[in-house]
Nanobody, 119 residues
Framework: QVQVVESGGGSVRAGGSLRLSCTAS????????MNWHRQAPGKQREFVAR???????VYSGSVKGRFTISRDNAKSTVYLQMNSLKPEDTGVYYC?????????????WGQGTQVTVSS
């Protein structure tokens, strides 16, 4: 059974840093991409960052230059280093795993980890 578990959330003041981790277990096929999304209160879930299997990284404009996504394939783990945090970064951060299995694309989500940034 596939499990996706995030950790590392918490409360910080503006300008502070947090590092999120997400580990996927039970996946036996190739992981195409490992992504982070977030959802602020009363808003829709939005894309934050992507780490693709070839090493490509993509960031949303709102976090580019402040957040860094990295990946440890041996551990099926993706990290999100968040620096210079702002109150608008507050939300639940979700890990999203995209897997290719026998020609089919499968996606898995974690349960989310709360990040709160106070001014």
């Amino acid at each position: 059974q596939v499990q996706v578990v995030e950790s590392g959330g918490g409360s910080v003041r503006a300008g502070g840093s947090l590092r999120l981790s997400c580990t996927a277990s039970g996946i036996t096929s190739n992981i195409n991409a490992m992504n982070w999304h977030r959802q602020a209160p009363g808003k829709q879930r939005e894309f934050v960052a992507r780490s693709a299997s070839g090493g490509t990284t993509v960031y949303s404009g709102s976090v580019k230059g402040r957040f860094t996504i990295s990946r440890d394939n041996a551990k099926s783990t993706v990290y999100l280093q968040m620096n210079s945090l702002k109150p608008e970064d507050t939300g639940v951060y979700y890990c999203h795993i995209i897997v290719q299995s026998m020609g089919e694309i499968l996606t898995y989500w974690g349960q989310g980890t709360q990040v709160t940034v106070s001014s």
